[in-house]
C-alpha cells in the first residue's frame, strides 16, 4: 500500500471514530508533538508546571474530536505534522497565558501525599476518550439540526464546496458555521480544544 493510500485511509478511519486508528496515530506522532512541546516549554518554571505528555494528550484529544466532527481536511501526513505541531504551539501559548495570568508563585507551591497520588493516576487516553461513541454523542446531541448534519457529512468525507452548492451558502460560511457550533459545544461540555 502506498504512503498516500494508507495515510487516506488512517485519516478515514480516525474520522470514523475508529480506537485502532486513533492509536496507531498515536503511535506515528507522539514523539512529533511531544518534541514540538517541549521546545516551547524553554521556562524552568513552565516545565514545572506543565508536562509535556498531558499537553500532547490535549492535543491529541482536540485533534481527534475536531477530525470526528470533520473539521480537518488533510491530504498528506506533511499537512497532518503541521497541524498537530500547530496545536501544540497554540496549547502551550494558552498554558503560559493561564499561568501568567494568574502570577503563580513557584516558591509557595507545595503538594501532600494525597496531591501526588492524584498526580499519578490513571487517566484516559485521548484516543480511548474519543473513540468511545459516548464523547461524540455528546457532542453532536447539543449540535443543531443544520450542525450536525453539517459534521456528520464531513465525517464521510464530502467537500465543502459540495455542501456549499447543497445548501445554497458559501464553502467558508459553512466551515465557519460548524467551527463556531462545535467551540460553543466545547465550552458547554467544558472540553478543551
Known sequence: MSEPTSFSALMKRVK?????????????????????IRVRLINPSLRRAADSMDLMQSVMG????????????????????????????????DHVRREHAQIRDRRRTTADAAQL???????????????????????????????????????????????AAELGQSAEALRKQLQRAVDRVAVELGIEL
Do not use: C
Open 16 to 36: 470514523l471514530g475508529e480506537a485502532s486508528a486513533a492509536e496507531e496515530m498515536m503511535r506515528q506522532y507522539e514523539a512529533t508533538v511531544r518534541r514540538a
Open 62 to 93: 482536540s485533534f481527534f474530536i475536531r477530525t470526528a466532527l470533520g473539521q480537518y481536511e488533510l491530504g498528506s501526513p506533511e499537512q497532518l505534522i503541521g497541524l498537530l505541531v500547530q496545536l501544540a504551539h497554540n496549547k502551550v501559548a
Open 117 to 163: 497520588d492524584l498526580v499519578a493516576a490513571r487517566q484516559e487516553t485521548p484516543s480511548a476518550a474519543v473513540a468511545g461513541a459516548e464523547v461524540l454523542d455528546r457532542f453532536r446531541a447539543r449540535l443543531g439540526e443544520a450542525e450536525r448534519y453539517l459534521a456528520e457529512q464531513r465525517a464521510q468525507g464530502r467537500a465543502w464546496d459540495d455542501l
